[in-house]
């Protein structure tokens, strides 16, 4: 897959058409998500697509969800699973779980805490309001608010600025990110370490050092 594909450095998650993802379709009612066995079976079967935002945020490369429309629901956990998040001005955000009668899924108040803080993630979930793109980066649920027209440039303008960079630097440096989240101090320290010697006698840090001094 793409976790082990070396010639991959940022990997990009958007929606087809208008919309990046607005979660389980009222419409169609959640049961059929879940199957028709014992409730040990639904939840082994929904686990096992909720693993998606842990192969998500597990993944070496750096992730950037290019959003594209409305994002709810479980759209939104898979959104706040990425590194980065990109979205056009008229695109919508919710978190959607109450509206459906629903406690969520696919990891969203997890990322949410972290992201946000605990008591901002509460708000999101707990008010379950509609937010528009602006109030969106103001609380920092996104990184960036573009102009719906040239959506698709700018995201190719951030890609195109992630992979100009020293390629061993930004997947260690992603390595690094996803241990401050889960690792104490001390062992955080020795993995960032190691990684920090490595880049450093790297032949990337002398081109980049000497990228940079050039242009000075």
Avoid at 39 to 56: C, D, F, G, V
Avoid at 59 to 86: E, F, H, K, M, Y
Avoid at 98 to 109: H, K, N, P, R, Y
Avoid at 172 to 186: F, K, P, S, T, V
Wanted: glycine residues 10%.
């Amino acid at each position: 897959g793409v976790a082990a594909d070396d010639g991959v450095r940022v990997v990009v998650l958007t929606g087809a058409g208008s919309v990046f993802c607005a979660g389980g379709d009222l419409r169609q009612r959640l049961g059929p998500m879940l199957g028709d066995g014992t409730p040990t079976e639904q939840t082994a079967q929904l686990r096992r697509s909720t693993a998606a935002s842990q192969r998500l945020r597990n993944l070496p490369q750096v992730t950037v969800a290019a959003i594209n429309g409305a994002c709810a629901g479980a759209g939104l956990s898979l959104a706040l699973a990425c590194d980065l998040r990109i979205t056009h001005a008229k695109a919508t955000f919710s978190t959607g779980f109450l509206t459906a009668g629903v406690s969520g899924d696919f990891g969203g108040a997890w990322f949410a805490t972290r992201l946000l803080g605990a008591a901002r993630a509460s708000e999101l979930y707990l008010l379950n309001e509609r937010l528009d793109a602006k109030e969106a980066l103001r609380i920092g649920l996104v990184t960036k608010v573009v102009p719906e027209r040239g959506f698709g440039a700018d995201v190719s303008e951030l890609v195109a600025s992630l992979l100009s960079r020293a390629p061993k630097a930004l997947g260690l440096l992603r390595a690094n990110l996803r241990d401050a989240e889960d690792l104490g101090l001390a062992a955080y320290l020795d993995a960032e370490t190691e990684r920090q010697v490595v880049t450093m006698t790297s032949d990337d840090a002398a081109e980049a050092a000497a990228a940079f001094l050039a242009k000075r």
